[in-house]
Each structure stands twice: as structure tokens, then as C-alpha cells.
């Protein structure tokens, strides 16, 4: 019973911790304003991790934002040692440990699906229900990219956008695919 406690509440911090860090790369590469409040929330909660590892990883102003994956990428080695120290009570075999780097990539992919679930589905509701809300140019910005694609080949059916329902189909079948492959590789459970 107290390790299904400690195992759902690693699942949910390191969930937290690893989309934040998601957002904040996806944020650098979308060249969203610093001083929108979004962008200042999540530089502030991440800093802590981010700011050492940039002088590591420095990013020089490119595409990605080099130390927020790499935070997102420890942060998904360390959920996952701790998942398996909690379920085990032992320490993980040096044989597992190319598999541990394999499930932490893979684990990254689901997480930033479901950072694209959830800013889809807010969007979608807030588009409803407060569609001049101050948060929905920071996630039109964010989600157009993904969901221009396909509303170029879904069918228009006057004021219902059907791209974010596809988006979020074809997110829900990859986060399956991704718990397949992270499972045969860290076969412990599927994460």
C-alpha cells in the first residue's frame, strides 16, 4: 500500500516537473515573449535546474533550448530509478542501465504528449466557454504548429474545428506505443 502511495506521487511530481521543463523548451522554440506571464511563471519554477545546467549546456539562441531537455532528461532518469527503487527496494542492475537511458528518452516523448493533451484540451474548452481569455494567445502560439497540419486535411465543418480532437486521438495512440517501447526496454512496469 505505501509503495502504490510513493509510486503515485513520483508519478505526479516528476509529471509536473518533467512538463514544465517540456514547456520550457517548447516556449524558447515557439520565441514566446520572456515577459509574458506564462514565460516568466515557468522560467521562475524552473530555474533552479535550468540556470546550473547552462553552464553545461549553453543555449545560443537556436531552435532548442539544449539545458531545459537536458533538466527534463535527468528529471526522467531520476523518476525512473526512483520508481524502481520504490517497487524493488533494490538497486538497479548495471545491466538495465542502457535500458534506464532508453525509457528516460521515451519518457520525455510521452510526457510532452501529454503537455500537448492538456494545452489542447484547455485551449478547447477556454474556446468555448472564455475564448478572449489572457492564457489563449500563449496556447494558440504553442499549439497552432501542431494543429495547422491538420486542419488542412480535416474536413471543415463551419464554426467545429475537428483538428483538435484528431490531435488529440493521435496523441492518446502515440503515448500507447511510447508505454509499449518504454516497457521493453525498462521492463519493471508500463510507465
Do not use: C
Amino acid at each position: 500500500m505505501i509503495g502504490e502511495i510513493l509510486r503515485f506521487l513520483l508519478d505526479i511530481i516528476f509529471n509536473l516537473i518533467g512538463a514544465v521543463l517540456l514547456a520550457r523548451a517548447w516556449i524558447h522554440a515557439a520565441k514566446l515573449h520572456p515577459f509574458n506571464p506564462m514565460s516568466k511563471a515557468i522560467h521562475q519554477t524552473t530555474n533552479w535546474l535550468v540556470e546550473p545546467l547552462r553552464k553545461i549546456v549553453p543555449t545560443q539562441g537556436g531552435l532548442f533550448d539544449w539545458a531545459s531537455l537536458l533538466g527534463a532528461l535527468l528529471a526522467a532518469v531520476a523518476y525512473l530509478l526512483l520508481m524502481w527503487l520504490v517497487s524493488t527496494a533494490s538497486m538497479l542492475p548495471a545491466k538495465l542501465l542502457p535500458g534506464l537511458l532508453g525509457a528516460s528518452i521515451v519518457t520525455l516523448g510521452r510526457w510532452a504528449l501529454n503537455l500537448i493533451v492538456w494545452m489542447t484540451l484547455i485551449q478547447a474548452v477556454l474556446s468555448w466557454v472564455n475564448p478572449m481569455a489572457t492564457i489563449m494567445p500563449v496556447l494558440t502560439t504553442l499549439t497552432d504548429p501542431l494543429l495547422a497540419p491538420i486542419r488542412r486535411i480535416t474536413p471543415k465543418l463551419g464554426a467545429l474545428d475537428l483538428a483538435p480532437l484528431v490531435l488529440l486521438v493521435l496523441a492518446q495512440i502515440a503515448m500507447m506505443v511510447l508505454g509499449r517501447i518504454s516497457f521493453s526496454l525498462f521492463p519493471l512496469f508500463i510507465l
